[in-house]
């Protein structure tokens, strides 16, 4: 029996995982249990929304109800060889090394996520290195102290005539060198556990802030529905601990309840399923600006839209702002993104709405629809150049979308593969061979 | 008479251990902590050489270095940079700035004392 025709015997065996019965499924996605029954005997075809809601429910990826676990074995291991870019690679015969051994094709795959992942800490690790101001600092101090000891220690060690008083000098030197080493690895220690080394832990406001925002998924019924004011939601949050972080929470929350008191959430509704993701239509009928419709876009829930939306925003000066995250779009935590991103392509093309397909290293499955405008902040004033912003909306496309080619990007510079790329500012870490 | 060098880091017994050191070599060591007058501390004193920290209070060393290569008087003096940051950006910034040699922390005193002979004998042979 052809691949694609057994999608229902799949989705009878996820069903079972799952520990749902037919009639369960049925009512979540809104069918009869008489045409689930159907589905999964293979009796009636499923593709497009019935079959995403099918996956929503028994949590899977659609690709494994309509592929199977081999084809996203064959999907992995091709991803593996154009990561490692070994060209001599046989891709074309993916499918038959892992018929043939799905032992060893799945240990290659899962070494592939686990490289994946391991650059993504790495990369993490660089950027708190090179723009935690308070990390920089502490590492300055441990390893200053550290230095001064080295020198003290080796001139008390190897120098013969040293007179009584430098020797003195030196041990209280020595003294009071080792005491500051103590209490600032001390400080570092504590630093780093409580900081985002770990997953769940946030070192910078803006991460806090960022980790809010995930938590509630972007969406915040009580702004809403005007039960709750934004200010009283952040300062209410368990979740933000430091006042920075609420500070910065405070002004999303404000904006978002601009947003949504232009773009009230059941109209959202209606024009979302008319037009569907078009930000220009949706900002065009509510007579706002093309960055608060994309805005807009980003706080949707999912029983509006089922596709998990990114948002990043930038200042002139290419600083990230805002970020929300969509998976298997990578975007750095402190800024100095790939250059190639549209939103950084509006800043030199101001109020023009630009919208690329674009795919970043590593990630081949991995395509989106960015759409990206630069607009002016703030009131304009005679003879004073405005403040520009630049906003850019990441929308997740499937691998067999149609439409022009995605065009590559990066992540950032440090971490990006492409060593011929014109925008290319520093060496990558990869290729130094950290 | 003695060759010249001035200091320009803010750990006094990082100073205080390579002024130790330097001394017994036969140079005349000047130090200075602070970074918002350096360039005139040089200016003034006019070393041989200069290390130089480039995280200090006041002014970045970098910014100190791109003043002093401006300045014609200086654009060939030998400046050691000793830094606690050593990744290659770090590296390729103070290459920018002009730096005669890059040292990162910890380092031990003879790296100090044998990138201070190479960076003299350099100048000399200049």
Known sequence: MARDSL?????????????????ELARQVGISASYINLIEHNRRRIAGKLLLDIARVLKVDPNLLTEGAEAALVAALREAAADSGVVAAETDRADEFAGRFPGWAEVLS???????SLEQAVETLSDRFNRDPQL??????????ATAIRSTAAILAETSDLTVEWRDRFHKNLDQDSRRLADSSKALVSYLDASSLSEEGRAIPQEEAEAFLAANQGHFPSLETGEKDPDALAASSKELSSPAARQIVQVILRRYVGDAAA?????????????????????RRFDVTLSAALRRLATMPTDVVETEIGLVVCDASGSILFRKPTAGFALPRFGESCPLWPLY???????TPLRQRVAQPGREHAVFDCIAVSEPVGPASYNRDAVYRSTMLILPVGPEAEGE????VGVSCRICPR???????????????? | MNRHVLLVEDEPNIVEAIRFLLTREGWQVDCHSDGSDAVEAVQNLKPDLLILDPMLPGRSGLDILRDLRALSEFENLPVLMLTARGQSRDRDMAERAGVSRFMTKPFSNVEVLTAVRD????????
């Open chain 2, 119 to 126: 960076l003299v004998a350099l100048a000399g042979r200049a």
């Open chain 1, 7 to 23: 999608t229902g015997s799949r989705i009878r065996e996820r069903r079972q995982i799952a520990g749902l019965r037919q009639a």
């Open chain 1, 405 to 408: 080619p995605p065009v590559p």
């Open chain 1, 345 to 351: 392509v509006a800043l030199s093309r101001p109020v």
């Open chain 1, 136 to 145: 920089a600092e502490s590492l300055h101090e441990v390893l200053s102290t």
């Open chain 1, 419 to 434: 060593t011929t790329c014109s925008a290319r500012r520093e060496p990558s870490i990869l290729g130094e061979g950290f």
């Open chain 1, 263 to 283: 773009m009230p959430l059941d109209e959202m509704r209606g024009i979302i399923s008319k037009v569907g993701l078009d930000p220009l239509a949706i900002a």
């Open chain 1, 110 to 116: 899962r070494q592939s996520q686990r490289i994946q």
